[in-house]
């Protein structure tokens, strides 16, 4: 069964091994107009399950999906993919895993628990996104593919995540 939205109740049933990760955004409010928010917005592939053939492929449902964290703290990117002496392509990142540690001595969101989270990637290696934030919500943005690799198919519409 497809679970098109998921929210932060929802993470320990959750994985991100060996997602894609296409874009990166942040989004920040407007104190003068009176919105206070703090976002980190990512689009991802989100692989929701992993199918195993009798004759041992792996073939997996895929889509593309839009991660959004909100009341972000402490951003800290590292992406390096390295010098090649400008020869060699850059690489879409893939996600090793995501953690998280709740804060307890939280200084901001006293109304619900605060969380220290962790990217880790697989691709580059040792890449990481950390930061701060209260929680997050993932939605799917097409119903998901059967797909013979681990990224939504580039022939197929991708709708943009913003």
Sequence with gaps: MVVPHVETAAFDALSWHDNTLYGLRAEIGDPDRGTWHSRLLLD??????W???????????VAPASLVFEDVTDLRLSLDQGDSGCS????????DRIERERLSDQKICLDRPYWRWRICFNQPQGGLI???ASGFRQSLR????????QRYPSDRPRPMPW
């Design 142 to 149: 097409v119903e998901p593919a059967l797909c013979e690799e």
């Design 130 to 132: 950390a930061f701060g």
């Design 44 to 49: 991802i592939d989100y692989i929701l399950e």
């Design 88 to 95: 060699v392509a850059i690489q879409l990142p893939t996600i």
């Design 51 to 61: 199918v195993c053939a009798t004759d041992g492929r792996a073939r997996f449902q």
